[in-house]
């Protein structure tokens, strides 16, 4: 009989050792801690169509109401601006699936998120 450790792989007793955050160093942490989470991906007024950082109160860019782009909806959890460039290159190009969560969980964050995954025919990251 396999003790109640053994018989777990061994990429989910990987997945639950501390680690530091990759921004900080703080540890033990996830990957991004939650106080880089929240300093580096503060949520902003973003256009409800492209993402376009916007000033607070404004739904859509200029762009977007004069000339509508061919999609419903965009969402930005950040903007593409230091650190996130390294860790989404870590995940897309250089095989950190470690990021698969993090750069997920960031995301789900947005208010409407929720909605707007359960509404869509179509994600295109
Ligand atoms: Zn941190
Ligand atoms: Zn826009």
Do not use: N
Request: hydrophobic share 45%.
């Amino acid at each position: 009989m396999l003790s109640r450790w053994t018989a777990r792989p061994l990429t989910s007793l990987l997945a639950r050792l501390p680690s530091q955050c990759a921004l900080c160093r703080d540890w033990p942490s996830r990957p991004v801690c939650e106080a880089c989470a929240a300093r580096f991906a503060a949520s902003a007024p973003r256009c409800q169509t492209c993402a376009l950082p916007l000033p607070a109160g404004v739904a859509r860019c200029g762009d977007c109401v004069v000339h509508p782009p061919p999609l419903d909806a965009c969402l930005a959890a950040c903007d593409y601006a230091w650190p996130w460039p390294d860790c989404v290159a870590d995940f897309k190009f250089r095989g950190d699936t470690g990021w698969a969560g993090p750069l997920a969980q960031l995301l789900r964050a947005i208010p409407r998120a929720a909605a707007l995954l359960d509404a869509c025919d179509r994600v295109l990251p």
